[in-house]
């Protein structure tokens, strides 16, 4: 094991169109964690997801996957994308995706391998998918497919796994089901999980850190330690209530200054 | 036998340049279609293919193969597509439409001058409806040579392009150029189109870029396979339509059928005849 945190994100500012989105962003997340990153809708969750990838263009700060810089290493990083826009006749069966994650990015015709169709059968019984392996991507109900991109994710044995909004559109039988099959990997495939969300409650079982966004800025640390009514309500800049109803956490704004009453994001996004 | 085969089918040059050139064509359509129909290009196939009339008939005027006429065109028509961006379906789609737009003009220009520079009044119902018994030998060996290019391009990118299809972040995540990627895509839609407008003609390409690989995906779960039964479908459509087309001479003495009406028609059928796959049933709720 490394002596370097898995993922360390010092100082990272995102703008867009003179709009900081995100500002002085630092937080290390120790290998082996399972990481909530929760925020409102427009926090700059998947921004921070982008940056981390290498996607997000203009930024400053430094991002160090176990302490180096993320683009000659990217291939450590697994990340699940927040919906795909599958035709229903695509013909693609779950276990052709499956393969894709280990060979997408190469040139020239797939060969049939047995060292290849054994991986591919391993991760789809790891993510307990063998049931529908042979359906096509595009037919399969939410739940199966996020397990099935999961698996896509997971087949090159990443070190660090991102996911945007995995339990965005699932029912709730399926977001209880997701939230354990990314425990049960996490800890057998000694991988980092980092996991976007806006409802923190589906992760309270498996998460033991939180990076919670608000107005730009992160608080972050063990989940017990951040969601507290101290901490969030200076991250939010107003008074926070933060209330713990039979095993579950509401995040409740407080008394709001009169200059945030009519801004939406302020009033409705708090989860 | 000889009901099926009339006498001297294969016998016939001409016979066999149009069952080269319209395999050639059927096969490299249907392959290159199954991708153009997941990415919901079939319009920008179909004006490719219309442009590419532009092309083709100008090459009456010059005196050349009209497959570089038709060639050429669509790979301009391509290029300016791309050029004039293609990002968001609405906007491409409009694109697409302008581009189309100036290119049936210019079609329009140099089939006027066809006929009456040229007198060749055969020209447009050849460049628009296709002329297959008509091409002459002499254009296989270049056929040949465009279609290969195309199935080399496409063999070598088959796995990005998929991945790409699937999801384009997805493909950026795993260091593929997505970009070039959907160039060399059009630029292997511009060589089918332009093989097929030589031999249903520039309107009726479609039909061979859309129908076999749309009745394949009704059948065929996996990738390779529905490209393989694409292929086959394009292929005994268009050897089918040209057998048909020989014999149909024999039907109305004196005049043979067009070979275009047999191809597309029995496209159509394949498409209609063609059963759902099994999965659809098991469909997960």
Redo the contacts between chains.
């Keep these: 094991m490394s002596i370097f945190p898995a993922l360390s994100v010092q100082s990272l500012s995102v703008a867009f169109a003179g709009q900081d989105v995100l500002k002085d962003v630092s937080f290390d997340l120790a290998a082996g964690s399972f990481c909530g990153l929760i925020g409102a809708n427009g926090s700059g969750k998947t921004t921070l997801l982008r940056s981390i990838l290498g996607f997000q263009g203009k930024q400053s700060g430094t991002i160090l996957l176990e302490g180096v810089p993320v683009a000659p290493n990217r291939r450590r990083i697994g990340y699940v994308p927040q919906k795909l826009a599958l035709d229903p006749d695509m013909p693609l069966r779950a276990r052709d995706f499956v393969a894709l994650g280990l060979d997408g990015h190469r040139l020239g015709l797939p060969l049939p391998s047995h060292a290849k169709s054994r991986a591919v059968d391993e991760m789809l019984a790891a993510v307990e998918a063998q049931d529908f392996a042979d359906q096509r991507v595009g037919r399969l109900s939410g739940g199966q497919q996020q397990r099935v991109m999961i698996a896509h994710a997971l087949i090159r044995r990443p070190h660090l796994l991102l996911l945007d909004e995995p339990l965005a559109n699932l029912d709730m039988r399926s977001i209880a089901e997701v939230v354990e099959l990314l425990r049960r990997l996490a800890r057998e495939q000694k991988i980092t999980v980092l996991l976007s969300a806006h409802d923190m409650n589906p992760l309270l079982p498996a998460m033991d850190r939180i990076v919670y966004l608000a107005n730009g800025k992160a608080a972050s640390g063990a989940t017990a330690d951040v969601v507290r009514t101290a901490v969030l309500s200076k991250l939010y800049g107003y008074h926070i209530d933060v209330i713990r109803v039979h095993g579950r956490v509401l995040v409740v704004a407080g008394e709001m200054p009169p200059g945030l009453a009519h801004d939406p994001v302020h009033v409705t996004a708090i989860p | 036998m000889s009901i099926l085969f009339a006498s001297g089918f294969f016998a016939d040059e001409s016979v066999r340049t149009a069952l080269v050139v319209g395999g050639s064509a059927a096969i490299v359509s249907a392959l290159i279609g ?1 991708f153009t129909v ?1 990415r919901g290009h079939a319009f920008a196939g179909h004006a490719l293919a219309d442009v590419s009339s532009a092309g083709g008939s100008a090459s009456f005027l010059l005196g050349v193969n009209p497959l570089l006429g038709f060639l050429g065109m669509a790979v301009l028509a391509a290029g300016a597509m791309e050029f004039l961006g293609n990002r968001r379906v609405r906007e491409r789609d409009l694109v697409t439409g302008i581009v189309l737009g100036a290119g049936l003009g210019l079609s329009a220009l140099f089939l006027y001058f066809d006929v009456t520079l040229r007198n060749t009044t055969g020209a447009a119902v050849a460049v628009m409806f296709g002329s297959m018994f008509a091409i002459p030998a002499s254009a296989v060996p270049l056929t040949l040579a465009v279609a290969l290019g195309g199935l080399a391009i496409l ?6 392009l ?2 790409s ?3 384009p ?8 150029n997505v970009r070039l990627i959907g160039l060399l895509h059009l630029l292997v839609l511009s060589l089918a189109v332009a093989l097929s407008a030589m031999t249903v003609g520039a309107i009726l390409s479609t039909a061979l870029l859309v129908g076999p690989p749309a009745a ?3 059948l ?7 490209m393989c039964l694409a292929a086959a479908i394009g292929l005994a459509s268009t050897a089918l339509g040209i057998l048909l087309a020989y014999d149909s001479f024999y039907w109305t003495p004196g005049h043979g059928w067009p070979v275009s009406f047999f191809i597309v028609t029995l496209v159509c059928l394949a498409y209609l005849l063609m059963p759902r796959g099994a ?2 049933s ?4």
Excluded at chain 2, 155 to 160: A, E, F, V
Excluded at chain 2, 220 to 226: K, N, T
Excluded at chain 2, 282 to 285: H, K, L, S, T, W
């Design positions: 199954v997941l063999g070598l990118i088959y796995r990005p998929l991945l299809c699937v999801d972040e997805l493909a950026e995540m795993r260091g593929i394949a995906l009704k065929s779960a996996r990738p390779g396979r529905a999965d659809r098991r469909r997960a709720v």
